[in-house]
């Protein structure tokens, strides 16, 4: 938002500060500044200047050589190219040196082999309109010499540009009346307020009253707030006055025509959107405030198609369309050059509705960007009031037909609030002394009504603060602290005790896990996001699609529902980093979600080898990995009768021989399994990816016994017994373990696969080690062929002949 100072002038004398200060000073109290500009600052060394000769250029065809006088029959000659050069004319010129509005500085220079000292300018190079092609040209009474700011009586004006977001909760500053009170209460001068009981009765007095050519109908449903009319006969759409021009174009409008000039003007200054129709080419002799019923095509004033659905509110003659409510007229009402009739409106609309509709046609508009802020209805017959002031003054013949034509919604409208606050709470939340007399000014400055009851501030906050701005004890406190600076406030640290934040017992599980991955198990962190699309989900096979967790307004079609299982994302993850390395590890702790109350903490560990499986790595991984963590699990092999809910049995990625299930305390909590290659397939991966997948939800949050038993090394040796069984190419190796734990002899410390070998199409052989100790005494050789041959049989009876 653009904010012209001169024209806050008109509301509070502002001190005599630098227009840096000025805006350093309001960024601080009410909205962040994010420019300033010095308005006509850029135009001061342009003069007015008189053609007296030119000719041809003699290196190009289309340029001029033009001599001018600058003042006082002193000549200069520049290069120029407008095709409306001609002696006698009266042109702008920006001599060397100057720095022209679009940033442009003038520097000697040779065109074509001769120097041009300056140049001759068109209205866009100055910055003060959008201009035909050309130069731009002046009236024959100028003076050559003459600054072109005394020429077009451009005030010198300082613009600050103000972040929009910052006023988004206040609506009462989209207007600069409300602006003005701002930088009243800040630097502690009047407001002068021109809008007083004896301004409203003058302009009453302009309203005759009587028959209304126009009534107003307003359905209950629409999204109407409050609506008033007025029409106007006699008027005459003359030049717009240079003052009202030069206000808007500060502002950031454009000027269009007297009667839109000041629909704009009055927008601007009080922060009300209005509009005015052409009433000759509103039918019938009613105004309708409506839904639309049904879908249609309205063409809006900037003459583009506009798809309106049946919730939109619309304002309609008997016959046809005229305004969508909120945003923008129609193209078939819209006030021309020949326009003598009006009927004017100033209403006020629900702005949820309209930021629908706005964002829904991508339609953004002055009067959308501040319905759309929540007005209070209160301010129309204002703005009603000043629309006539202004149209009686600037039209002298104009005449008011009627009486003012009015619908509000009383349930709806804003009323002002009542609070009480001592001086205690004020002084306490800020931290620092505030007088009762500066806390009175304060609000009083602000049009807040203050008076002192029980040794409590009574505040009544206006109706255009309590839309959504002030509405609770801390908002008073707020308007305090800004007023007085929160730089001029002293910062405290907080007198609190500093101590340790212990973890978590889920953040200490969580740590366990990460150290040992890292550690330990060398694998690296990944984090993957726990939205997941369909796309996704098919590729990997997985069974649930979750359609009952899909989002409302997702960010994209791959990212639209909750992932049942972390599986797919740790292929997809695994596929795009098989593409840099041969052979990886990594693990990633996150959430799947299989209902909308039922969020499970998943942990994942990946092993990827392109020339062969790290099944078993990964099995001796996740047992150690149980071990640190104290938590008593095993791995058992894949049983129909008893379905794991983290890793669906009717899977297709279950490998068929490379499976284990997980159980902790009697119950499946996860899985290992190499990714069948048919799944590794629709991610074009080539190798061997292994998954270990563990639900922690039930574990992380438990209180785990450090059951760690520490006894003196052995002073004896220990003795290690390698074998080679044979068992069938499918049967899980896992198996042969199994059976070996089945001898129950203490000299047995500890068993572990160290090979698998396939041997032909049906048979695998399987390399086991074992190890013998016994911690008080060495083994004897006959005990420890002993052991050896229970270990053989014990095998054997299993199903796992030695190897020949």
């Not at 049904?294 to 003459?303: G, M, N, Y």
């Not at 909750?562 to 390395?581: D, G, L, T, V, Y």
């Not at 990964?618 to 890793?647: G, I, Y």
Request: aromatic letters at 6%; glycine letters at 6%.
């Amino acid at each position: 938002m653009l904010i012209s100072l001169n024209w806050i002038k008109d509301f509070v004398e502002l001190p005599a500060l630098p227009p840096k200060e000025l805006g350093s000073m309001f960024t601080l109290a009410t909205a962040e500044v994010e420019d300033i500009k010095i308005l006509g600052e850029a135009l001061k060394p342009i003069l007015c200047v008189e053609i007296k000769s030119l000719k041809p250029h003699p290196e190009a065809d289309k340029l001029n050589l033009v001599t001018f006088d600058h003042g006082n029959g002193q000549l200069k000659e520049v290069v120029c190219g407008a095709p409306n050069v001609k002696v006698g004319l009266k042109v702008p010129y920006a001599p060397i040196g100057t720095t022209l509005p679009n940033g442009m500085t003038l520097e000697p220079k040779k065109i074509r082999g001769i120097l041009s000292d300056g140049m001759l300018c068109s209205e866009t190079e100055l910055g003060i309109g959008e201009g035909k092609s050309g130069l731009m040209e002046l009236r024959n009474d100028v003076t050559p010499g003459t600054p072109i700011v005394d020429y077009l009586k451009i005030k010198a004006d300082v613009i600050l540009d103000v972040d929009n977001k910052s006023l988004t909760h206040r609506p009462d500053l989209w207007g600069y009346f409300g602006l003005a009170r701002e930088f009243a209460a800040a630097h502690k001068v009047p407001l002068i307020n021109p809008f007083t009981d004896a301004w409203v009765k003058k302009n009453e007095a302009k309203i005759t009253g009587g028959n209304s050519p126009l009534k107003i109908e307003v359905d209950q449903d629409s999204s109407c707030l409050a609506y008033h009319g007025l029409a106007v006969d006699n008027i005459n759409v003359g030049p717009t006055p240079e003052w009202i021009k030069n206000r808007l174009e500060a502002a950031g409008l454009r000027s269009i025509n007297l009667i839109v000039d000041i629909s704009n003007y009055v927008m601007v200054e009080l922060g009300i959107p209005n509009h005015i129709f052409d009433r000759e080419k509103i039918s019938g002799d009613k105004v309708i405030i409506k839904r639309s019923g049904d879908s249609k095509t309205f063409v809006t004033l900037d003459e583009n198609k506009r798809e309106v659905i049946p919730t939109d509110t619309l304002i309609s003659d008997s016959a046809k369309p005229l305004v969508l409510a909120g945003l923008m007229g129609g193209v078939e009402s819209g006030v021309t050059d020949k326009t003598k009739n009006i009927f004017i409106e100033v209403a006020n609309w629900e702005a949820p509705e309209v930021r629908k509709t706005s964002v829904r046609l991508g339609l953004r508009t002055d009067s959308s960007q501040r319905y759309e802020k929540t007005l209070d209805s209160n301010l129309c017959y204002r703005t009603m009031l000043r629309l006539i002031d202004l149209i009686t003054e600037l039209c002298p013949e104009a005449k008011i037909v009627g009486k003012v034509e009015s619908y509000v919604n009383e349930s709806k409208l804003s009323k002002s609030l009542k609070l009480n606050i001592s001086q205690e709470q004020i002084n306490s939340s800020l931290g620092m002394a505030i007088s009762k007399e500066r806390i009175i000014d304060i609000f009083s400055r602000l049009d807040f009504q203050v008076s002192e009851k029980d040794n409590l501030f009574e505040v009544i906050i206006p109706s255009y603060r309590t839309t959504k701005d002030i509405s609770c004890k801390a908002d008073l406190i707020e308007e305090i602290g800004r007023m007085i600076g929160y730089d001029n406030i002293t910062p405290v640290s907080p007198m609190l005790p500093v101590k340790p934040v212990r973890l978590s017992t889920t953040k200490q599980f969580q740590r366990k896990i990460q150290d040992f991955m890292v550690l330990q198990a060398k694998a690296l962190q990944v984090m993957t996001y726990p939205l997941t699309g369909p796309t996704l989900l098919k590729q990997a096979m997985w069974p649930v699609m979750n359609d009952h967790l899909v989002l409302v307004n997702s960010i994209s079609v791959e990212h639209d529902r909750m992932r049942p299982s972390i599986i797919p994302s740790a292929i997809e993850i695994s596929s795009q980093n098989q593409k840099n390395f041969d052979a990886f590890a990594f693990y990633e702790l996150g959430r799947s979600y299989l209902d909308f109350e039922k969020e499970r903490s998943q942990l994942v560990i990946g092993f990827y080898s392109k020339k062969e499986t790290r099944f078993l790595e990964l099995v001796n991984t996740v047992e150690k990995l149980f071990s640190t963590l104290n938590v008593s699990a095993s791995l058992t092999p894949k049983n129909d009768k008893f379905p794991n809910p983290v890793v669906p049995t009717n899977w297709a990625g279950v490998h068929p021989h490379e499976f284990l299930n997980i159980q902790v305390m009697g119950k499946f909590t996860g899985a290992l399994t190499t990714i069948h290659p048919l799944v590794l397939k629709n991610f074009k991966m080539k190798g061997f990816l292994s998954l270990a997948v563990i639900d922690i939800t039930d574990i992380e949050g438990r209180e785990t016994k450090d059951k760690t038993k520490y006894s003196s090394l052995s002073k004896f040796p220990s003795s290690s017994f390698d074998l080679t069984v044979v068992m069938e190419k499918h049967a899980p190796a896992a198996a042969v373990i199994t059976a070996l734990n089945s001898i129950k002899q203490k000299e047995l410390k500890s068993k572990s696969i160290v090979d698998i070998y396939v041997m032909n199409e049906t048979q695998k052989a399987v390399t086991i080690r074992t190890v013998f100790e016994d911690s008080e005494k060495t083994l004897s050789s006959e005990m420890i062929k002993e052991l050896e041959q229970k270990i053989v049989q014990t095998l054997e009876k299993s199903g796992f002949p030695l190897k020949g």
